[in-house]
């Protein structure tokens, strides 16, 4: 593949298609406007973890928790973690095409590093309000 077939493949990939986004949240939540909370809910626990997250993307983008989920030394955190990455990835995976070359990458994560999800797994995260208590900043209303 050439640079510009890659990066074509790429946004067809993940950018266009809903079932294959790499943002947590965006599988969670959908278009609920829970998603927000959700956000929050994870920038906090990049925070609480000592790291910085990278401004150019969205607090939940999968390849940044991955790599959180590498380095976390906290056990909730990263138990909590292990949870909803391996929903969403297995999601991920099995919407990918069989003959996309992501689909590798995306075989050997539910293959080596997440366990397959219950179905009641699936459908839990979706009940749960995400916990804003512990908010990085206030919110005002006037």
């Given at each position: 593949y050439s640079l510009k077939d890659i990066q074509q493949l790429y946004v067809s990939t993940f950018d266009w298609q809903e079932d294959t986004g790499l943002y947590l949240t965006a599988h969670e939540y959908?278009?609920?406007?829970?998603?927000g909370g959700g956000l929050i809910q994870i920038q906090v626990i990049i925070s609480q973890a000592g790291l910085e997250r990278d401004e150019k993307q969205l607090a939940d983008y999968l390849p940044s928790l991955y790599e959180l989920l590498?380095?976390?030394?906290?056990?909730?955190?990263?138990?909590?973690?292990?949870?909803?990455?391996?929903k969403?990835?297995?999601?991920v995976n099995q919407s990918l095409d069989k003959k996309n070359?992501?689909?590798?990458?995306?075989?050997?994560?539910?293959?080596?590093?997440?366990?397959?999800p219950t179905t009641e797994e699936m459908e839990e995260i979706?009940?749960?309000?995400?916990?804003t208590e512990n908010m990085p900043y206030p919110i005002m209303y006037e």
């Open positions: 959908g278009d609920d406007s829970m998603r590498a380095v976390s030394t906290d056990e909730k955190i990263h138990n909590k973690l292990m949870k909803r990455l391996g969403a990835t297995w999601q070359p992501y689909k590798n990458i995306l075989n050997l994560l539910t293959d080596f590093v997440f366990d397959k979706k009940k749960e309000d995400p916990d």
